[in-house]
Nanobody
Framework: QVQLVESGGGLVQAGGSLTLSCAAS????????MGWFRQAPGKQRELVAT???????NYADSVKGRFTISRDNAENTVYLQMNNLQPDDTAVYYC????????WGKGTLVTVSS
């Protein structure tokens, strides 16, 4: 069983920045595709960004140019650097590890005030 632990959420003003981290408990991280998703109140969970084991990235249109996903395979950790945050970015952010099966973290709350 893979465990994922997100951290780095919090309250920030519009225009501010946060960096989320997600640490995986097993080295399968190194061959897995990692992703960040978010779920705002009353809305479905949506893709934010993904990064393959080879470092290829993909972003939702709503975050392109503002968010950056990266990974550190030595630390089994994936990051999400979020800049120019807006109130619409308010959500619980979840980390996902995909390799044959999908594993999810419990999420970290990001609140952006206007």
């Amino acid at each position: 069983q893979v465990q994922l632990v997100e951290s780095g959420g919090g309250l920030v003003q519009a225009g501010g920045s946060l960096t989320l981290s997600c640490a995986a408990s097993k080295n399968i991280f190194r061959i897995a595709t990692m992703g960040w998703f978010r779920q705002a109140p009353g809305k479905q969970r949506e893709l934010v960004a993904t990064i393959t084991s080879g470092g290829s990235t993909n972003y939702a249109d709503s975050v392109k140019g503002r968010f950056t996903i990266s990974r550190d395979n030595a630390e089994n950790t994936v990051y999400l650097q979020m800049n120019n945050l807006q109130p619409d970015d308010t959500a619980v952010y979840y980390c996902r590890l995909s390799h044959i099966l999908d594993y999810w973290g419990k999420g970290t709350l990001v609140t952006v005030s206007s």
